[in-house]
């Protein structure tokens, strides 16, 4: 596997349901985010991980709920979610800088759906 | 508010002729800046960035450059593909690798 790697690619969830979404990265990066892009509207940080540290949590529900066990892997948990939830959710990962360049690398994304 | 703003949805272009797509932002903080190009079902791709020290980045048939003092930067692709259709985002960071996305530009190029 190269690159950052997601799954499920696609989830239909009902509201009661708890379900976990994967993603991996094989760069060699030490900062990992979770984005949300709803339907035309510009993809939303929710989450920073910085050296398996959560540094940014940008005002989520906390019916989502992330977790970074190591530099390499990033879930984000979710449960009781609402139809308005329903996505794409990306992962993304980088190496941390405080100056230079910020690239961020993307996964292909999970389609969630909230029935 | 949107601090970064694409304000076009949709550009339309010939193959072989420039595409250029345009960002505005309004936060003068912002020191660095990236275009995303996405296909559907894929992720974005980092396609090209550009420090707000410099007023023009090359790499191939793309070139961004920035004016500072309009808060304005555009793509430019010369010549344009029909591999080159997709949604190109706009995208600014400060400090703290924070990305803030524009809402995208469909391009489609016309063979």
């Known amino acids: 596997e190269t690159g950052v790697t997601q799954t499920p690619r696609h989830l239909v969830m009902g509201m009661t349901n708890k379900k976990s979404l994967k993603c991996e990265q094989h760069l060699g990066h030490n900062a990992m985010y979770w984005y949300k892009q709803s339907a035309k509207k510009p993809l939303e940080l929710m989450f920073v991980?910085?050296?398996?540290?959560?540094?940014e949590n940008n005002s989520v529900p906390s019916r989502f709920s992330p977790e970074c066990p190591n530099s390499s892997h990033l879930f984000l948990h979710l449960h009781t979610l609402q139809p308005e939830d329903s996505a794409l959710y990306l992962c993304?990962?980088?190496?941390?800088?405080?100056?230079?360049?910020?690239?961020?690398?993307f996964g292909p994304g999970t389609r969630l759906t909230v029935t | 508010d949107q601090q970064v703003k694409q304000n076009s949805p949709s550009l339309s272009v010939q193959e072989g002729r420039i595409s250029i797509l345009n960002c505005d932002y309004t936060n003068s903080m912002f020191d660095y800046f990236l275009w995303y190009k996405k296909y559907p079902a894929e992720g974005p791709t980092f396609l090209i960035s550009?420090?707000?020290?410099?007023d023009k980045n090359e790499d191939g048939r793309f070139t961004v450059f920035l004016n500072k003092s309009a808060k304005h930067l555009s793509l430019h692709i010369v010549p344009s593909q029909p591999g080159d259709s997709a949604v190109y985002f706009c995208?600014?960071?400060?400090?703290?690798?924070?990305?803030?996305f524009g809402a995208g530009t469909i391009l489609r190029v016309k063979s």
């Open positions: 993304a990962s980088s190496q941390w800088m405080t100056s230079g360049t910020y690239e961020q690398y």
């Open positions: 995208a600014a960071i400060q400090y703290g690798n924070k990305l803030v």
């Open positions: 991980y910085n050296f398996k540290e959560q540094t």
């Open positions: 550009i420090s707000s020290i410099k």
